[in-house]
């Protein structure tokens, strides 16, 4: 089933999820780099990816959003005593996933580096423009906003799934 239903995603929005989870979770470990200044595997093996996976993730929320748009009539059922909340959680997670490639590029350009995923220049080196590199700034304080989400998200996953026993975990396995 590639569409999602009201008893669970289907799987094109489970692979957009597990996909993005791991990207994501690559991504974060650029917090190790403020440890020994990189001085470490984390540092010199994940770390230099960084820009590259957050174009692919800067790709893979567009697809995932424009795939939740499609999908929004047939998601599944929400528990009508936490809708609100959920929504609400489901909305800073897109934010932050938004926002994060989107700073990150600003930065990338603000400061004059271009960008250059893969290898390949989109933007050519230049000079520092303020303004972008002033937005860009935020790239720091949402990620890890965008990490205390990612934390509570896993922590309610599993408080459905060890202590409620709902089967709300089983709609994304």
């Known amino acids: 089933m590639t569409n999602d239903s009201k008893q669970r995603y289907g799987s094109i929005s489970r692979i957009f ?16 780099d403020r440890i020994d200044d990189g ?14 996976i957050g174009s692919v993730l800067a790709v893979l929320i567009i697809l995932r959003v424009l795939w939740a748009i ?10 009508p005593a936490t809708v609100v909340l959920v929504r609400l959680g489901h909305g800073l997670l897109y934010a932050g996933m938004i926002l994060m490639p989107l700073t990150g590029i600003l930065t990338m350009i603000g400061k004059g580096y271009g960008l250059a995923p893969f290898g390949v220049r989109l933007v050519a080196k230049g000079e520092e423009i303020p303004w972008m590199a002033g937005l860009g700034s935020l790239h720091s304080p949402i990620a890890w906003i965008l990490l205390v989400l990612i934390l509570g998200h896993i922590c309610i996953a599993l408080y459905h799934a060890l202590i409620k026993k709902d089967g709300i975990l089983q709609r994304m396995l």
């Not at 999820?17 to 190790?32: D, E, G, R, S, Y």
């Not at 001085?39 to 590259?52: A, C, K, R």
């Open 17 to 32: 999820h597990w996909l993005m989870a791991i990207l994501l979770a690559w991504q974060l470990l650029k917090i190790f």
């Open 39 to 52: 001085e470490h595997w984390v540092g010199e093996t994940l770390v230099p990816w960084h820009v590259s």
């Open 70 to 79: 499609k999908q929004w009539g047939n998601r599944p059922e929400q528990d």
